[in-house]
Antibody
Framework: QVQLVQSGVEVKNPGASVQVSCKAS????????ITWVRQAPGQGLEWMGR????????DYAQNLQGRVTMTTDASTRTAYMELRLLTSDDTAVYYC????????????????WGQGTLVTVSS | QSVLTQPPSASGSPGQSVTISCTGT?????????VSWYQQHPGQAPKLIIY???KRPSGVPARFSGSKSANTASLTVSGLQAEDEADYYC??????????FGGGTKLTVL
């Protein structure tokens, strides 16, 4: 069965960086994009971007350009999201999700989700 | 501020039907048939319930249906059940390989 298992809770100081991992199993890793979505406490969902494990192409939300990097390692079936220059506004639960593709083009929906990783930014 | 507009709350009694709207623009909802809906129970990850406007993934009950007219997409839950009480989020492709979410709707089963 498809599973996405994320790394654990993170507590960071303002200005620091955080890396969240997402280990996939149960499907062909390079046949689907990995999308990252975050949810601030009590707030809605925010799309952050995606990475294609086959060609490593990325798309990032405009408001995060320059601060976020999404990568994958096919040998370990793991996706990574790094966010830099953290502020309190980055405090959120971060989710990875699988996004189906057609000929490597994303299909813009997310059919399996990780359990979420809480990142708290506080001094 | 979310790009797609959803009502903050909706409610219905068991057995009734409820419809949740998701209003965008001609640059997102109105221009693409890539609208999806997600159900999120407290403390859990979102779950896909509708994709491509009206398609249901395997295992999602037929009580959940989706539609679209112009710049507004809708999710209808028929025959409401207690377990349908959750937050619901719409999502749409917005061009240039970007997607946007709605602000979410809290559905209460009375």
């Amino acid at each position: 069965q498809v599973q996405l298992v994320q790394s654990g809770v993170e507590v960071k100081n303002p200005g620091a960086s955080v890396q969240v991992s997402c280990k996939a199993s149960g499907y062909v890793f390079t046949s689907y994009d990995i999308t990252w979505v975050r949810q601030a406490p009590g707030q809605g969902l925010e799309w952050m971007g995606r990475v294609n494990p086959y060609n490593h192409n990325t798309d990032y939300a405009q408001n995060l350009q320059g601060r976020v990097t999404m990568t994958t390692d096919a040998s370990t079936r793991t996706a990574y999201m790094e966010l830099r220059l953290l502020t309190s506004d980055d405090t959120a639960v971060y989710y990875c999700a699988r996004e189906p593709t057609l000929d490597t083009a994303p299909l813009h929906y997310f059919d399996y989700w990780g359990q979420g990783t809480l990142v708290t930014v506080s001094s | 501020q979310s790009v797609l507009t959803q009502p903050p709350s909706a409610s219905g009694s068991p057995g009734q039907s409820v419809t949740i709207s998701c209003t965008g623009t001609s640059s997102d909802v109105g221009n693409y048939n890539y609208v999806s809906w997600y159900q999120q129970h407290p403390g859990q990850a979102p779950k896909l319930i509708i994709y491509d406007v009206s398609k249901r993934p395997s295992g999602v009950p037929a009580r959940f249906s989706g539609s679209k007219s112009a710049n507004t997409a809708s999710l209808t839950v028929s025959g409401l059940q207690a377990e349908d009480e959750a937050d619901y989020y719409c999502n749409s492709y917005a061009g240039s390989n970007n997607v946007v979410f709605g602000g979410g709707t809290k559905l209460t089963v009375l």
